[in-house]
């Protein structure tokens, strides 16, 4: 039996989400039920819920992102939540960050159907893209790692007084509490816990909010930053 077929109709919060380009979100969620499970990217298990846990539950992260700003969805995977804040947020520039070339094969495939001009697909992992990617006022990420080391990976992509949003679930709390020295020695001076999409998703989504000060990454990652800065120079001049 086709996997696709599984897919339930939208519901009417999508229309209400995803406004004039609710029939591109529903473009995305065929190709997730359809090549998505094909390929791997996700488990037929999550086809008949693809709208509340997936797509709708990444799409209302747009209520914590600020407006014109830069992003960087670190381990995106199949695009998410990288893909439904792309849109409901035109006004974002978005970086899909993914290291496998199966998923960024079929991020770059989305991104050119639904047109999606204001995002990038880029093959690599986070902790080798420092000078190679510009700094972002947002990273993203949903079930990537623990948060410790997410903010790891993460943090360092940020400009000064960025911000890491992380989609997390009934363990938020806990990560927070259990990464506060890590996140620390990175550079983070406020955290908090976020819900999002009430009324949308119920549950509501769950963020944690990590912020950054001056120095993103911390002592340890501002001389690899000034090492990084002086190749891109270096590269420049040639």
Sequence with gaps: MDEAAELPPAPPEAREVFGDRFADAVRYAELLADAGVRRGLIG??????????????????????????????????????????????????????????????????????????????????????????????????????????????????LRPYGEMLALKGDTAEEELKSARAALSKLGVVETSVLQVGAGVVDPPSTLVRVEVGESPGGVRFAAKRAKAARASRSRRRR
């Excluded at 902790?127 to 943090?155: F, I, N, Q, S, Y």
């Design 44 to 157: 037929p298990r999550e086809v008949p819920r693809l709208w509340e846990r997936h797509l709708l539950n990444c799409a209302v992260l747009s209520e914590a992102v600020a407006e014109d700003v830069s992003v960087c969805d670190v381990g995106s995977g199949a695009g998410l939540p990288g893909i439904p804040l792309a849109l409901v947020r035109p006004d974002l520039q978005i970086t899909l960050l993914e290291p496998l070339l199966r998923r960024t094969t079929f991020l770059s495939e989305v991104v050119e159907l639904l047109g999606l001009d204001h995002v990038t697909v880029v093959r690599g992992r986070a902790e080798e893209m420092l000078g190679k990617l510009p700094p972002v006022h947002v990273v993203t990420a949903r079930a990537v790692a623990p948060l410790d080391r997410l903010a790891g990976w993460g943090v360092p992509l």
